[in-house]
């Protein structure tokens, strides 16, 4: 089912006004960092030393700011294990993998056509 962009700020009044949270979300998941940290998770649970291999380029400044911020949006989910040493260990909740399903066509899109000529 598609739907047009002026139906969905319809639905909901000021849905994407300045100020809203909708834009505030909507800029943490659609950052570079954003969108790598949750096809990243989208994988499965990932610790931070594996994420910050994983995601290449990413600083230790970034990935915390990205991790904290999807983390408040509820779309990550951080658990600290009491282990020595001890570690964290992030995962999509359910949110988050909802979304994270919905960005693999735009991801794959993105890596499809990529190559071809400027888009």
């Not at 009044?13 to 809203?20: D, L, Q």
């Not at 570690?87 to 056509?113: C, D, K, Q």
Request: glycine letters at 8%; one cysteine or more.
């Amino acid at each position: 089912m598609n739907v047009s962009f002026a139906e969905i700020q319809g639905s909901s009044s000021g849905c994407f006004a300045k100020g809203s949270p909708t834009r505030l979300v909507l800029d943490h998941v659609s950052s570079t960092w954003g969108v790598l940290v949750l096809g990243t998770l989208s994988e499965g649970t990932r610790r931070w030393g594996e994420l910050r291999r994983d995601l290449d380029g990413i600083s230790e400044k970034m990935l915390a700011s990205t991790l904290r911020a999807l983390a408040t949006d509820g779309l990550v989910h951080r658990e600290p294990l009491a282990s020595v040493p001890p570690h964290v260990e992030y995962s999509l909740t359910p949110r988050g993998r909802e979304l994270a399903e919905r960005m693999m066509p735009f991801l794959e899109w993105i890596a499809t056509n990529s190559d071809d000529e400027p888009l």
